[in-house]
């Protein structure tokens, strides 16, 4: 089966091209190293100096696609040249293709070809000067390293400088790929952090304007209506408030708004209090002394959660609240009454406990929630740094 060689490059046929008009300009022009006469010359006819620069010149069209193969045809080339008057041009695109072989080729044919050639050099130097006793046998040498290691020499050196930039760019692009990925990383937390505050700042407000209304239609009583209208407005200008204060947070380019909306443990007692209003039994006990603003908030998200899902699911009776902080912990409980439900039910999500859970695991801590005897349970345990005010 023949072996198909693949399609030299455009570049390459220009130097083939170019390299036999020249050694052809030259030979008809009489234009040779050596004479007819030279001992050295075995292929005296005038027409044998160009066997060699035809096969050169096609040693060209394989300088990239097969650069081992170009320089052991290119090899036999410049030694029949040597028998013949020779050609200038035969010479030189060897040194080209000497160079190509190790731009191009292999790397272990790069690695090789500069010792292989330098070991020529010196053997083509002190070997001659050694058997002739004569120094102009160094000169032999000095053609050797012309005509073969100073071309393998430099591109060794192209191809070091060519590596290393494809190893930066590769770095960049790499570098690049990283950077999208942190972005997109960043914008999908970002996007989880905006939905868990916006569920855990509107939905208490929510759930109680659902329950009331729901209330206030299926109970015939003015007084009953009444106040359950009131809760609703309450609770309506407050969830306005709150999503005016997010809105403001979002569109604030520089981010100084965000700490002043982040709510804090102080403002668990107005948090209970807008929870007996809607209806809720709750009694609250803290003693957590200074914890970072991270926890403090997660804390707060929490306890609000829960409230929110006691008002929506809880049978009556009475919600605990405990905080309390040891060991390095701050541990947050909140207990309801589990059990079936008379009256008016808003519907849920689940999305509160997937943020409660999604909260606690940011800051490295655990949390549970599911029924316990008579009771449903929320628990979480969020790590406190000592000296951490982040």
Known sequence: MAVRLPRPHPHDVHIAVGGLLGGLLMWGLGLSPRDASDDLVLWPAYWAVLVPLVVMAGCELLRRTRPRLG??????????????????????????????AVLYGSP????????????????????????????????????????????????????????????????????????????????TAERARMARELHD???????????????????????????????????SVEGLAEMRRLIGILRDSGGDAEPAAAPTLDGLGALVDGARANGLDVTLDTDHGQVPAPVELAAYRIVQESLTNALKHARPGRVTVTLARRDGVLDVRVDSPYGHRDGPRAPGSGAGLVGMRERAALLGGTFDAGPDGDHWAVRAALPVTEGDSA
């Open 71 to 100: 320089l052991v045809i290119g090899t036999a080339a410049l030694v029949a040249d040597t028998v013949t008057r020779g050609s200038v041009v035969t010479v030189v695109l060897f040194t080209d293709l000497m160079y190509a």
């Open 108 to 187: 272990a044919l790069a690695r090789r070809l500069p010792w292989l050639t330098g070991l020529l050099t010196v053997i083509g130097a002190v070997v001659p000067a050694a058997l002739w006793r004569d120094p102009q046998g160094l000169l032999i040498g000095v053609g050797v390293g012309v005509v073969a290691l100073a071309p393998a020499a430099t591109g060794w050196v192209v191809r070091n400088h060519r590596d290393a930039a494809e190893a930066a760019r590769l770095r960049a692009e790499q570098t690049a790929l990283l950077a999208e990925m942190d972005r997109a990383q960043a914008v």
């Open 201 to 235: 700042m509107v939905a208490n407000h929510l759930s109680a304007i659902a329950i009331h209304s729901t209330a206030a239609l299926s109970l015939d009583e003015p007084e009953t209506s009444r106040d359950a209208l009131s809760v609703i407005r309450e609770n």
